[in-house]
Each structure stands twice: as structure tokens, then as C-alpha cells.
């Protein structure tokens, strides 16, 4: 269980060190930040902390240091966007997945889980390859779907990264090797879309590694 | 223009610290950390940083520390996912914007701009003003699209607070408070979710505060 805070602050440098020194001080773990300057010698840092024993002492302690104009607790991540699904590939087939993840998505979010469908429309297989690959660097992402009609070269080796992370991949019945690498194929773009929300979701029966045909 | 590093490490305490204390001390700064235990033992922290001078003498530099396993370079976020199109509301009408926005997204990233759009399909005055509200916290976010039917209440203070962030507001023409708060109201959802991805894009002559009709 996180805790997540903001801190308003002072834009100068070496005052996010200071904080973090504080915070590191009392054992607890930052997992996550991001700071961006809010307006001219103003910046804005929200935290993801892990292992907090005291959120509400922490916050004074913050508070009580001359280049912190405020904090605040926030809701985290995990708690307002949730399990990710992430669809990359062409626009048209793009939004028929998007289509099928958001639908089953709002059936499950609105039986208290917390699901998000996030959709990049993208070609190229350079840029196909980076895109996957940096698919490993964020945050609880459940299920990558490629959603295209040709894909594969150097892609299959971006796939292969993030399967090892641990993020289930569904392909779009497609043209090229790209299909061979994912853990499910499906044909009907919808379809896919509404089982890679049901990959990730708690109150779905759906294993997808039970699945051994291209559907 | 950030830098973005992956380190591969021990996932024992301090050693983010310490880590982060060899960067900082090299008057970098740490704009963006995600850290994940990616095994038992073993952990995985994506950094951004700003002021880079010699990215390969860093790596080289962090490379050198007993508790890092490896470093790679990585490709920043805003190279990957770029600009951020968000939008929230009821999972039909959320459909039909994402719709228009990744069809409008990819026309721009064909031509060499990078636009994603990112959805919540989500119901409920408190849900919808905490995840409001939690768009502050995201990076790279130019436009938000709130997508439903009827949408009030508490949820135009969020509302304010992210315009007084920069974000641009786009509501669709529901019943509710939502809709005289925002900066733009469309009725249909797939030109919101077109007029949304224009907002933001760099080939688009679309000035969104030049509009001041319902369309």
C-alpha cells in the first residue's frame, strides 16, 4: 500500500534532495516522483511513498521546511487509474481494440475495480520496437495488445522484454512474426480489447495462458 | 531535453539513495523516478534527468557501484507516448471520443509528432472529481475530455484546478455543471476526441480558445 503526496515547493536547486534526505530518513522507501515547475520559481513534486508508518506526521514534518509552501495527500496512482492495458498500432484497429477494452472496462469499474485502457497509434517498426520496449518502464501495466495488420522484424524482440517483465501480450491475428510472440492471438479486434481488460481484472474467470488457439 | 536511464540493481535500502545522491551531486536534476522490484532481490528504477552534460560518463559512473547490475539508456517518455490526450466519463461515450481522437492522433504521429490518448471509463460524482483531480499529477497532459451524460457537482472544482494547471478542458454537451467549466463543448464525441488531439498538435491551426460556441 502506497501513500501518495504533493509538494509544492520552491524551484531551486537542491531542495528536492532535501525532502527526499528527510523522507529517507525515516525508512521509507520513494517508489515513484515526478516533478515539473508549476510557474516561474514554483515546482510541484508528486510522490509515491512505500513503508510510511505516520502519513499525517510526515506531512507536518514537510511542511515545516521553509522551501515547502504546501503538501497535500493524494490519491495514488493505483487508486484512481488501476491496472493498465496499453494498444499500440495502427489507428483504424487501435480503436476497435480501444472500443472493446473500454466497454468491458467500465463494466468492471463500475463493480469497484479500477481499470484504465491506454492507446498509442503508431507504424513504423522502429518505432513499433522503442514504443514496446518502453512499454516496461511504466506502471502497472497488466496486458499489451498489437493491434495491426503487418508487424514483426526486430518488434519480436521488444515483445520478448516485455513478456519477461511480466505483462501478458495479445496480437491481433495479423500478417508477420509479431503474431508468433504474443500469448494470445485474436482475430476480431473488438474481441481483443475485451479480453485483455478480462486478463487483468479480478472479478473475470479469463486465464489467458489456458488459451492455446488463435481465436 | 531529459535523458532517460533504466538501472538494474539490488533491491536493498538505500541503494536508490545512494544512487540518486551520485547523480544529484553532479548538479543533475532527477525529474522523474519509478522504481519496481522486478524479482526477489532485484529491482528496477526508469530515472529522467535534466542537465545531463555527459550521459556515457554517468552510465559509466553508475555502472561502477557494487549494487547496480546494469544501466541502460533509455527513450524518454515524451519521445515514446509524447502528448497526452486524457479522457474520462461514461465507457460508450468514452469509446467514441477515444474513437476520434486515435484516428486524429494518428494523422499527426504519422507525420513525425508523437500523441497518445490514455482513457478512464468511470461513473460517480466522487470517482469522477478524485480522478479529476489526479490528472494534475500526470505528465505531459495537454487536454482532458470529459465524456457522459450528466456530470456535476463537486467535480467542477477539479475541473478548475486542472485549467489553473495549463490543461485544456473539453466537455461533451451533457446535462450538468461540468459543461460551463469547461473551455470547449462539443456534442459530437468523435469530433471532441478530433478537436481534442487538434488542440494539441503541432501541424493543427486549432486554437481552442478562439472558439465560443457549443458545436
Same mark, same amino acid.
Given at each position: ?133 518502453? =512499454?516496461? !518502464? $511504466?506502471?502497472? +501495466? %497488466? ?6 495488420? #503487418?508487424?514483426?522484424?526486430?518488434? /519480436?524482440? &521488444? ?9 501478458? =501480450?495479445? !496480437? $491481433?491475428?495479423? +500478417? %508477420? ?6 500469448? #494470445?492471438?485474436?482475430?476480431?479486434? /473488438?474481441? &481483443? ?23
Amino acid at each position: 500500500m502506497v501513500d501518495a503526496i504533493t509538494l509544492y515547493m520552491l524551484d531551486k536547486p537542491g531542495v528536492l534532495k532535501k525532502l527526499s534526505d528527510y523522507i529517507a530518513k525515516k525508512n521509507i522507501n520513494i517508489v515513484y516522483t515526478y516533478m515539473h515547475v508549476e510557474s516561474k520559481g514554483y515546482a510541484s513534486t508528486y510522490l509515491e511513498l512505500d513503508h510510511v508508518e505516520d502519513i499525517t506526521e510526515l506531512i507536518t514534518g514537510l511542511k515545516s521546511f521553509p522551501e515547502v509552501i504546501n503538501v497535500e495527500s493524494s490519491s495514488s496512482m493505483d487508486k484512481v487509474w488501476g491496472k493498465r492495458i496499453i494498444i499500440i498500432g495502427g489507428g483504424a484497429q487501435v480503436s476497435q481494440v480501444a472500443l472493446g477494452a473500454i466497454t468491458e472496462a467500465d463494466r468492471h469499474n463500475i463493480r469497484g475495480e479500477r481499470i484504465s485502457v491506454d492507446t498509442l497509434p503508431l507504424a513504423g517498426e522502429q518505432k513499433l520496437e522503442e514504443a514496446v520496449r518502453a =512499454v516496461c !518502464s $511504466l506502471s502497472r +501495466v %497488466g496486458v499489451l495488445v498489437l493491434a495491426g495488420s #503487418l508487424m514483426g522484424g526486430s518488434i /519480436v524482440n &521488444a515483445i520478448d522484454e516485455v513478456k519477461k517483465s511480466g505483462i501478458k =501480450v495479445i !496480437s $491481433l491475428n495479423m +500478417v %508477420g512474426s509479431v503474431r508468433d510472440h504474443a500469448d #494470445l492471438v485474436v482475430t476480431d479486434p /473488438v474481441q &481483443a480489447g475485451v479480453m485483455a481488460v478480462m486478463t487483468v481484472a479480478n472479478t473475470a474467470k479469463f486465464d489467458i495462458d489456458r488459451v492455446n488457439e488463435v481465436l
